[in-house]
């Protein structure tokens, strides 16, 4: 269940930063779902991306939960990572394949890339919801935010979400 929460909140965290909001993330057993507010791309112009640029940062949500686990273990990106047979993976692929061609290689690494770079520089709040998601098996935007603390283990001094119990009475972390 932990690796699935640093899963999912990757997701959560990618999707706040290109700018989708999410409703809710929902840990289970055996898997987690992510629900994002309802998107009318008709209703927006959508910008030209000639070198693909826009479309692999988009597909980054779906290599997101790959790179809060790889962050959450310590583990160097080494290059593209490619888990055909998972459903983030095919849509990163459906996303990527109009400007990439099929089974892409650089489209996958630029997304994974801008996933590590995003999740990286936003650790905390990923820590932050996949304590949640530990704690009550559910986060929302309105869900308060489980404090936090420096991780000794993390790279770059990452932080990682203290259990409420360790914390003092009256303390924010």
């Known amino acids: 269940m932990q690796a699935i929460a640093w899963h999912e909140a990757g997701h959560a965290v990618y999707a706040h930063w290109i700018g989708i909001g999410m409703r809710r993330v929902?840990?289970?057993e055996g898997g987690g779902n992510c629900y994002t507010v309802a998107l009318d791309f008709s209703a927006t112009v959508q910008p030209e991306d000639a070198a693909g640029e826009?479309?692999?940062t988009a597909a980054g949500l779906f290599h997101a939960g790959l790179a809060a686990e790889l962050l959450h273990a310590g583990l160097p990106w080494r290059g593209p990572v490619a888990r055909p047979l998972q459903s983030d993976h095919e849509r990163a692929e459906?996303?990527?394949?109009?400007?990439?061609g099929v089974?892409?290689?650089?489209?996958?690494?630029?997304?994974?890339?801008?996933?590590?770079?995003?999740?990286s520089a936003h650790w905390r709040d990923v820590c932050s919801i996949a304590q949640t998601l530990l704690q009550s098996g559910e986060w929302t935007p309105e869900t308060p935010h489980a404090p936090t603390?420096?991780?000794?283990?993390?790279?770059a001094g990452r932080t990682t979400a203290l259990p409420m119990a360790?914390?003092?009475a009256g303390s924010s972390g």
């Open 166 to 168: 360790q914390h003092p």
């Open 26 to 28: 929902e840990l289970r």
């Open 103 to 119: 089974r892409t290689v650089a489209g996958h690494a630029y997304a994974q890339l801008q996933a590590m770079h995003a999740l």
């Open 94 to 100: 459906l996303m990527l394949a109009p400007g990439f």
């Open 149 to 155: 603390r420096r991780d000794s283990g993390a790279i």
């Open 54 to 56: 826009i479309r692999a």
